[in-house]
Every structure is written in structure tokens, then in C-alpha cells.
């Protein structure tokens, strides 16, 4: 099992950066660069518990879809979502948020397994657990810019 755990701080309320982390639009804004778009289940405004989202995007060169859905919720401290179908073995997304002196504490902890033994393996450690915290980073660093555009500006 692989983790990704990256830690953003965002100068907003906590109520805002939870929302707009769970915001699909903002989310599709964020990865342009990969053409990630909602395609079924919730497919714009704020996904909630027990709701899936399927989204189609470009990853190394191929369009790639993922199901997942939010499995746990508690506002505004957390939620969780799981691939609910996609091309990994499992998948666990946990959206952690804190209260801080500034803003808010954003976490992201990630736990996945790839599938294809040993050559997923491999590929996890060349390219994938690299090409994930860089989607990940890129999208809490559009999270963090516009939540404190919009909250500050």
C-alpha cells in the first residue's frame, strides 16, 4: 500500500476550505491540465455523504475514469472518498481539516494499491505516487489561491 499525505495551509475559515475541497466544479477548474471532467453521479456543486462522482481524465497519455464515493462526512472536520470503481486495486482518499491561529490546516492522506503485482509496484514507484502528489499538490494550491481570493480579496 502506497501513502501520500501533504499538509496546506490556507488563510480562510474552516467552513470555506472544507467546501471547496468538496466542490466539483473547483475540483474540474484545478486539473485542467489533465481534462478531468465529471462525467455521472454528482457532476457540479458540492458532493455529500454517500454521493459518487465518476470522473474521466487524460493520465499518462490515456483517458482514465474513476468512480468514487464520499463514505464518511462530518462537517467541517472531515470526509472521506473511495473508489468505487477505477483502475486501482483500492482507493482512500481522507480530507482532514483543522482549525489553526491563521486559517485552516487542510490534509490530505491518501492510501492506495495498485494492481498488476509486481509491475504495478514498479509503476507506483516510478511515475504514479509522483504524478498523484503533484495532482494533488496542484489542486490544494488552486484550493488555497482562490478560497483566499475569495475570502480575503
Same mark, same amino acid.
Given at each position: 500500500m502506497t501513502t501520500i499525505q501533504l499538509c496546506t495551509i490556507i488563510q480562510a475559515p474552516l467552513e470555506s476550505v472544507f467546501d471547496a475541497a468538496r466542490n466539483i466544479d473547483l475540483h474540474m477548474n484545478s486539473a485542467k491540465k489533465t481534462k478531468e471532467k465529471a462525467i455521472a453521479g454528482r457532476t457540479s456543486g458540492l458532493i455529500d455523504l454517500y454521493e459518487t462522482v465518476t470522473w474521466r481524465g487524460k493520465h499518462f497519455g490515456l483517458y482514465l475514469t474513476h468512480q468514487s464515493k464520499i463514505t464518511s462526512l462530518r462537517y467541517p472536520t472531515y470526509f472521506i472518498d473511495e473508489m468505487v470503481q477505477g483502475h486501482f486495486k483500492? @482507493? %482512500? /482518499?481522507? /480530507? #482532514? @481539516? %483543522? &482549525? $489553526? #491561529?491563521?486559517? $485552516? &490546516?487542510? #490534509?490530505?492522506?491518501? &492510501?492506495? %494499491? $495498485?494492481p498488476y503485482g509486481s509491475f504495478g509496484r514498479f509503476f507506483d514507484k516510478l511515475f504514479l505516487k509522483r504524478h498523484l502528489t503533484k495532482f494533488l499538490s496542484t489542486r490544494n494550491q488552486f484550493i488555497k489561491t482562490e478560497v483566499e481570493r475569495s475570502t480575503i480579496g
Open positions: 483500492s @482507493f %482512500k /482518499h481522507q /480530507h #482532514i @481539516f %483543522k &482549525e $489553526t #491561529i491563521s486559517g $485552516t &490546516e487542510m #490534509i490530505d492522506f491518501l &492510501e492506495y %494499491k $495498485t
